[in-house]
């Protein structure tokens, strides 16, 4: 069987590629290892975790001890590392917290594989490695820094990374291709556009914005709302992943996008509208509006679910304007297409969350409670 790391399993896109994974080889066995931070929900992966093929250990990274433990134990041939602190906004507030998980992190992960993985030295002094493994680094569009009106991202545009975040993850994926480069580790990266989906925090703008619609509270657009992102469904990420990580070229960098560019405030008016629509269709979903008002016949209103629920807010340190990639590379040698057009994707997000209140719950505690406040306003 093989074995396969996967760090930040906890977390959203690790959570989700664990179960993509287990699902796509019934006979692999699968170790996630993941700090449990505020992000990180072991109700995520229950199911998974429950498996005897998958082994759920806590820790860090950057936790040298650990991560040899790990490789010790379990006859590991693929590395998929997740694990990062991933909010602009709180790297803003805590620079040196991405810097340690992020870039020291990635280093300390990397060294353990390099140490177990390598079998001899060539006659050339360079390493010789165990077969078939691969170290494959998560990564983002961030990293590039900001378009203008037109144009998008390739792998071949220089890094330019505004935000703490970002600076962390270029930091990142400089040092994924440094052993690479060094001691020709089989390596690869991708880089993604932004991702929505089940298991979604809602510190992040579309669980955020369905989150507070259901509870009536103001939905907070940075600046003027005409930031425009790409937006990638989960799961098609996922696949994405997976075709780079057993059939792309090591040391190779893909970029992997949605082909759903959306300005910020488009996105929530579309959340509004999903939402609207469906409570109005459904009086099964009406009762999960915490938020409950009701009309002279004893019904749930919902007309209060509408654009006046906006409230602009003053825009984030350094906020790029535009992200947008360009993935024709993974598309020309992989033959990766993503398969969940925006408006179908949305949906389906919307309908996850309005079925999974009970994991929203659980997530949602006094310290995101906190957390939120402090960065948004009561």
């Known amino acids: ?17 664990l179960k993509y994974m287990m699902q796509r080889y019934p006979d692999a066995r699968f170790v996630v290892l993941d700090a449990l ?21 806590k820790g860090d990274i950057g936790d040298r001890d650990i991560c040899r433990q790990i490789f010790e134990r379990h006859d590991i041939r693929y590395v998929v590392n997740f694990a990062a602190e991933s909010h602009v906004d709180r790297s803003i507030e805590n620079p040196q917290l991405f810097l340690q ?3 020291l992190g990635t280093q300390t992960l ?10 001899g030295k060539g006659a050339d002094g360079y390493p010789e490695w165990k077969q078939g493994v691969r170290f494959h680094q998560i990564s983002t569009d961030e990293v590039y820094g900001t378009l203008g009106s037109e144009g998008y991202f390739t792998e071949d545009t220089p890094l330019c990374p505004h935000s703490p975040y970002s600076a962390s993850k270029a930091a990142a994926d400089m040092l994924v291709k440094a052993y690479a480069d060094t001691y020709r580790m089989p390596v690869s990266i991708t880089r993604c556009s932004n991702n929505y989906g089940p298991y979604h925090f809602p510190e992040k703008l579309i669980p955020l914005l369905i989150n507070n619609i259901l509870e009536g509270r103001p939905l907070p657009v940075y600046g003027d709302g005409q930031h425009v992102r790409d937006w990638l469904y ?9 075709m780079v990580l057993h059939h792309g070229r090591p040391g190779e960098v893909y970029n992997v ?12 008016r579309l959340t509004i509208a999903g939402i609207r629509q469906m409570v109005d269709a459904n009086p099964a979903y009406r009762q ?24 602009y807010v003053k825009d984030r340190l350094g906020h790029d304007r535009r992200y947008a990639i360009d993935p024709s590379k993974i598309t ?5 297409v993503p398969d969940t057009p925006f408006e179908e994707g949305i949906r389906k997000t919307i309908v996850w969350y309005l079925e999974h209140q009970d994991w929203v719950e659980s997530v949602i505690s006094g310290s995101y409670r906190q957390y939120y406040e402090h960065m948004y306003g009561a």
């Not at 931070?37 to 498996?51: C, F, P, V």
């Not at 020309?332 to 990766?336: C, H, Y």
């Open 101 to 103: 998980t992020n870039v």
């Open 37 to 57: 931070t505020y992000a990180g929900n072991l109700g995520t992966i229950a199911e998974e975790t429950a498996s005897p093929r998958c082994t759920f250990v």
């Open 288 to 311: 999960v509006l915490r938020k409950k008002e009701l009309a002279a016949d004893g019904s749930i209103r919902t007309d209060w679910i509408d654009e006046g629920l906006i409230t």
């Open 257 to 268: 996008g949605g082909h759903n560019e959306k300005k910020n405030i488009e996105i929530v």
């Open 110 to 119: 990397l060294d353990t594989a390099r140490q177990f993985w390598t079998v």
């Open 332 to 336: 020309a040698e992989l033959g990766w």
């Open 1 to 17: 069987m093989e074995t396969y790391l996967i760090t930040g399993g906890a977390g959203f896109i690790g959570g989700n590629f």
């Open 234 to 242: 989960v799961e098609d990420h996922c696949k994405a992943i997976d």
